[in-house]
């Protein structure tokens, strides 16, 4: 009996150790039409412990064939990522920061999962926590086809104004997303056309996204000098 007793101290006491850093969500799950450039999900970490230094390494990757997996953590993005592949940042005591995790579907409907392990690098063995994300992507529908040949827009690549073709008698809110999936713009559209100044966007490729009743449609576009 006093052998269990320490035992499960010894797993509480580590278990208090590791909540020295988290993640919220531990789960991320993201989701889209295959169409997309990439399905993200998000989860926020948070440092509440006294190292500043920390590692993380990629322990699974399953997905779709031809899909391939990305993340940035707080400080950095980098894609293709397989098991084994390890990266680094620095976070201050009591901060948080952002784990973002996508799949680049490439057109093909599936799943994916990636799990990724972060430590610290003072003290791996006891200041650690694990991000998992989970993706899925449907192949686009008949009705969603149909809306999506309506919808254009030029130039492409665009610099300074990006024009939109969407013929629509109800007011709709057209916004434009980065690859991280973080909302860049938002207009309010009616009629046929419209514009939206680009100028002061950074070049790159985004991503024009809509709702027309129970549809999303969602395009590509690149913005250069």
Known sequence: MKKLILSLAVLFSLQMVTAQISFNPKVSKGQGVATNFQIVAKSTFTNSSNDTSFEWNVLEVAATTGWSFGMCDPANCVTDLIVGTKGSFVMSKGKSGEFIGDFVPDGKPGNGKAKVLVYSKANPSTIFDTIEFQMNAWATGIKENQASREFSFYP?????????KYNTKETITIDIYNVLGSKIKSISHSG?????????????????RFKDGNQTISKPFSKSE
Do not use: W
């Open 156 to 164: 492409n690549p665009a610099k300074d104004r990006l024009t939109i």
């Open 192 to 208: 046929l056309e419209s514009d939206i100044n680009i100028g002061d966007m950074q070049n790159g490729i985004y991503f024009i």
